[in-house]
RNA sequence: GGCGGCGUAGCUCAGCUGGUCAGAGCAUGCGGUUCAUACCCGCAGUGUCACUGGUUCGAAUCCAGUCGCCGCUACCA
């Protein structure tokens, strides 16, 4: 492609397309075990929006992902599956690279620990620290458990025993022959590079963390395992296998062809960003280094340390069932809503909250309300008064022009510290002054008045605004910045377009048609769902809305049991039930809002209706899980429901 | 236990080296508008800036202590 115009104004850091410079950047190597999870998903989509970020501005861009193949919980797990751990590990990882495709991750290569090239650097990598002598063979001392075949520290055992609640059984002292890396002769050359290199860890709270962790002194590390055979094989022991870490950390030079062709290593390293989540900064920050050190390589410049999307109900994990799968999210919400949601909800390196309402939060007020209902009213006007043409601006009035030089320069310095959710803030910001202009500006009102010249203006500085922000939006969403492009007219898409181009003031032209569409985010209704799970509130809007027998099925009616009864000290209302829901739920606590019609021993033995999946509740302190029916009338009348004669607690009720 | 951090409007949080620092977004209420996806715009809040002392002319901002919460404290990826 001929790049005929020289750049007129070279923003900061932007190479000029001669002297492309290059960004190297990863994300972990995933441990396919399991399916991914949002966090993972997370992870990827920050790395994906910085590497497309940096590709807008002209940078050769490498961006690395893969999987972590090797380790004993693989080898277990496959073998519980009857497969073999490769092929165990090649369906997980076609399920992880189909993810990626449904979250538009434009990674340039994909590395598994398990492919030849992996597996030859690795051994290289071994042997030549072994050469040099700062991998050495020494005894390992450790408390073994043979019925777990796993190896414990001596502070990881309970009583003594092996920790595994499961087993209990006592352990004994094994040593066996291992391979030691020599973290502590390489302790304070780290040291001093932490301190003298201040972007080397970020964020600081996590540099100071590592840097504390090395002061307290560095044991040497166990690089190799006999107790399982899923790995590399030290070369020339082969009952010996690489251990994981020094396996996994490899990849980011074997992906390159570290020790082979070289020439993409020569390109692309040190790695410019390693982004990982905060519980392998240690790894990331201590042991990759020194490893690259004992290789005389240069390090890596900025390992980011970026925090967790918290659940409510605590961390994500399978036993809780409250993993999100972001497949799922995906299908419901779609890429860019939730590629936006990630990338906006959680600040620099510190964690963020992840619930579905945040995510519908986000989804209706930025990208409905405020971005695709300014595009839509905007277009509006422009078909209803321009005949849908871009109209001609007028000079003089430069407020948005300059509002909009101002969030491009904020934009970059937020981007090139990496510091996405703000970039985001910062193109919103131009999204609401855009609102807010309009209704000042109120063209709408200069039409009818003939102050068409001044109309014109503004609907111009409103649209090139847009346009501005689909560029900007970019390097976070795959398929909006591109249908704002196509609503305004522009028959080119932003993506692939030069930097400097797309976000100079004035790139609409007049008279385009535009292409008006229907809303870019519809807004998602929010359910109102009455948490309160007394008896109140009573038949509500009878009749206003049909429903179908599927929404009626969400509800899970039980027939209930009360066990025990009494009253809630400090309220008049409300009543503390056990209620016996039968084998399948069990147990259940429900406080009620019906002590002013029935007396606690009143209650007891009856049989009642529960609403068994309410969200659970806390009133007046007291949890409560779930609710039981009533019908009331005014405010004396209130009956509950029950059954019609015996039936086992727990039945469901249709 | 050791080291570090946090505790500011209902919620999520900004507030660097002390003097418009009492703020933003969301949620709430009221008003405006109706070009628009019940949208947008404006206004209004309430806050003992965890608690107690201290330094200072003056502290959310510095110091000490108390209470509460969190992170790191290595061989599980």
Same mark, same amino acid.
């Given at each position: 492609m001929g790049v005929t115009h020289l750049s007129t104004k070279t923003s900061r850091g932007t190479p000029s397309p001669k002297t492309k410079k290059t960004f190297y950047i990863t994300t972990p190597i995933y441990y396919p075990s399991d399916k991914l999870h949002i966090g993972h998903a997370y992870t990827t989509v920050a790395a994906d929006a @910085?590497? /497309?970020?940096?590709?807008?501005? $002209?940078?050769?861009?490498?961006?690395?992902?893969?999987?972590?193949?090797? =380790?004993? *919980? @693989?080898? /277990?797990?496959?073998?519980?599956? $009857?497969?073999?751990?490769?092929?165990?590990?090649?369906?997980?990882?076609? =399920?992880? *690279?189909?993810?990626?495709s449904l979250l538009r991750i434009s990674y340039d290569d994909f590395i598994r620990t398990t492919e030849r090239r992996h597996i030859e650097v690795v051994q290289d990598v071994f042997e030549k620290i072994l050469k040099k002598g700062d991998?050495?063979?020494?005894?390992?001392?450790?408390?073994?458990?043979?019925?777990?075949?796993?190896?414990?520290?001596?502070?990881?055992?309970?009583?003594?025993?092996?920790?595994?609640?499961d087993c209990r059984r006592p352990v004994e002292l094994v040593r066996e022959e291992s391979y030691f890396f020599k973290l502590s002769k390489y302790q304070d050359k780290l040291i001093r590079y932490i301190e003298e290199n201040p972007d080397?860890?970020?964020?600081?709270?996590?540099?100071?963390?590592?840097?504390?962790?090395?002061?307290?002194?560095?044991?040497?590390?166990?690089?190799?395992?006999t107790t399982f055979n899923w790995g590399i094989p030290v070369p020339g022991d082969p009952k010996h296998v690489v251990y994981v870490w020094f396996d996994a950390l490899t990849n980011y030079i074997s992906a390159l062809g570290y020790g082979r062709d070289g020439e993409e290593f020569r390109k692309y390293w040190p790695a410019d960003l390693h982004l990982v989540g905060k519980e392998i900064m240690r790894f990331h920050t201590i042991i990759w280094p020194i490893i690259l050190m004992a290789l005389d390589l240069p390090l890596p410049k900025q390992v980011f340390g970026h925090g967790w999307l918290v659940l409510e109900g605590g961390k994500m994990s399978k036993s809780k069932g409250n993993v999100i799968d972001p497949v799922v999210l995906v299908d419901k919400y779609g890429v860019d809503a939730v590629r936006y949601f990630l990338l906006r909800e959680v600040p620099f390196g510190s964690d963020g909250y992840y619930s579905e309402e945040a995510l519908k939060g986000r989804i209706n007020s930025d990208l409905a309300n405020d971005l695709g209902n300014l595009l839509h009213r905007s277009l509006g006007l422009v078909e209803r008064y321009w005949d849908g043409r871009v109209p001609t601006p007028q000079a003089g009035d430069t407020s948005m022009a300059d509002y909009a030089r101002e969030v491009v320069k904020k934009y970059e310095e937020?981007?090139?510290?990496?510091?996405?959710?703000?970039?985001?803030?910062?193109?919103?910001?131009?999204?609401?002054?855009?609102?807010?202009?309009?209704?000042?500006?109120?063209?709408?009102?200069?039409?009818?008045?003939?102050?068409?010249?001044?109309?014109?203006?503004?609907?111009?500085?409103?649209?090139?605004?847009?346009?501005?922000?689909?560029g900007l939006l970019v390097p976070f969403l795959v398929e909006t910045p591109e249908a704002i492009w196509t609503q305004l007219g522009i028959d080119e898409s932003p993506r692939g377009k030069r930097w400097e181009e797309v976000v100079a003031w004035g790139g609409l032209k007049p008279s385009t048609r535009t292409r008006k569409a229907g809303p870019l985010f519809p807004r998602i209704e929010i359910r109102t769902q009455d948490a309160h799970p007394s008896t109140e509130g009573g038949a509500g809007e009878a009749g206003s809305e049909l429903i179908d027998i599927e929404r009626f099925?969400?509800?899970?009616?039980?027939?209930?049991?009360?066990?025990?009864?009494?009253?809630?000290?400090?309220?008049?209302?409300?009543?503390?039930?056990?209620?016996?829901?039968?084998?399948?739920?069990?147990?259940?606590?429900?406080?009620?809002?019906i002590a002013k019609h029935y007396k606690p021993e009143d209650l007891v033995g009856k049989y009642v209706v529960l609403v068994a999946n309410l969200k659970p509740a806390v009133l007046k302190g007291i949890r409560s899980e779930g609710m039981i029916?009533?019908?009331?009338?005014?405010?004396?009348c209130l009956r509950l429901l029950t059954v019609d004669g015996e039936i086992p607690p727990g039945s469901g009720i249709s």
């Open positions: @910085i590497a /497309r970020y940096k590709r807008f501005k $002209g940078f050769d861009v490498r961006f690395l992902t893969g999987t972590d193949e090797h =380790g004993q *919980k @693989i080898e /277990r797990r496959a073998k519980e599956a $009857g497969k073999t751990p490769q092929q165990f590990v090649d369906e997980i990882v076609a =399920g992880i *690279k189909d993810l990626w991998i050495y063979k020494s005894e390992y001392e450790g408390w073994y458990c043979v019925p777990c075949e796993t190896f414990w520290l001596e502070r990881q055992l309970e009583d003594g025993k092996c920790p595994n609640p080397f860890i970020k964020p600081a709270s996590r540099r100071n963390e590592m840097l504390n962790f090395c002061k307290s002194g560095l044991e040497d590390l166990c690089v190799s395992r937020a981007m090139d510290g990496f510091l996405l959710s703000d970039a985001l803030t910062t193109v919103f910001s131009l999204v609401t002054r855009c609102n807010k202009y309009l209704d000042e500006e109120a063209p709408w009102a200069k039409m009818p008045r003939g102050e068409e010249a001044a109309a014109s203006t503004v609907l111009y500085n409103v649209l090139e605004s847009v346009r501005i922000v689909a099925k969400e509800l899970d009616l039980r027939v209930a049991k009360v066990t025990a009864a009494e009253a809630v000290s400090g309220s008049k209302k409300l009543l503390k039930l056990q209620l016996d829901v039968g084998d399948g739920i069990g147990q259940r606590q429900v406080v009620a809002g029916l009533a019908a009331s009338h005014g405010e004396d």
